[in-house]
């Protein structure tokens, strides 16, 4: 057995349906089983299996960190946490990333718009900016 790479359990901001409520739970039971009997590998099967040694997940999120500002690590509830990551690394989360669907959805609704100067009579442009939200 061996480490898989994940990108941590997130908080649920949607309720889940009965059906993904339950799937959710036999995967967490299934899962937990497996790592009760599967001992935590120390030697790398990542070009054979894609399973990463907890070093090498560290190692691989420590360089995602420092190229992408938008990852970082984080602790997560004690009660969960895994003895073979360090106490202050148990996964990573990606935060303040566009998306893309979002800013298409956006882009429709708020068009370019043209107003008016009381003023002078002139046309003055004006352009929306979305926020910076996730």
């Given at each position: 057995?061996?480490?898989?790479?994940?990108?941590?359990?997130?908080?649920?901001?949607?309720?889940?349906?009965?059906?993904?409520?339950?799937?959710?739970?036999?995967?967490?039971?299934?899962?937990?089983?497996?790592?009760?009997?599967?001992?935590?590998?120390?030697?790398?099967?990542?070009?054979?299996?894609?399973?990463?040694?907890?070093?090498?997940?560290?190692?691989?999120?420590?360089?995602?960190?420092?190229?992408?500002?938008?990852?970082?690590?984080?602790?997560?509830?004690?009660?969960?946490?895994?003895?073979?990551?360090?106490?202050?690394?148990?996964?990573?989360?990606?935060?303040?990333?566009?998306?893309?669907?979002?800013?298409?959805?956006?882009?429709?609704?708020?068009?370019?718009?043209?107003?008016?100067?009381?003023?002078?009579?002139?046309?003055?442009?004006t352009v929306a900016v979305a926020g910076a939200g996730g």
């Amino acid at each position: 057995g061996g480490f898989r790479s994940f990108a941590g359990e997130r908080k649920r901001s949607r309720k889940m349906s009965a059906f993904d409520s339950m799937k959710h739970a036999v995967h967490t039971v299934f899962k937990d089983a497996v790592e009760a009997v599967m001992p935590v590998s120390n030697v790398s099967q990542f070009r054979d299996k894609g399973v990463l040694t907890p070093e090498e997940f560290v190692s691989a999120g420590d360089l995602l960190v420092a190229k992408c500002p938008s990852w970082s690590w984080q602790a997560g509830e004690a009660a969960k946490a895994k003895d073979y990551l360090p106490k202050d690394k148990q996964y990573l989360v990606t935060r303040n990333v566009p998306c893309y669907r979002r800013v298409d959805a956006l882009s429709s609704s708020v068009k370019e718009t043209q107003m008016t100067d009381a003023e002078d009579s002139e046309w003055t442009e004006t352009v929306a900016v979305a926020g910076a939200g996730g």
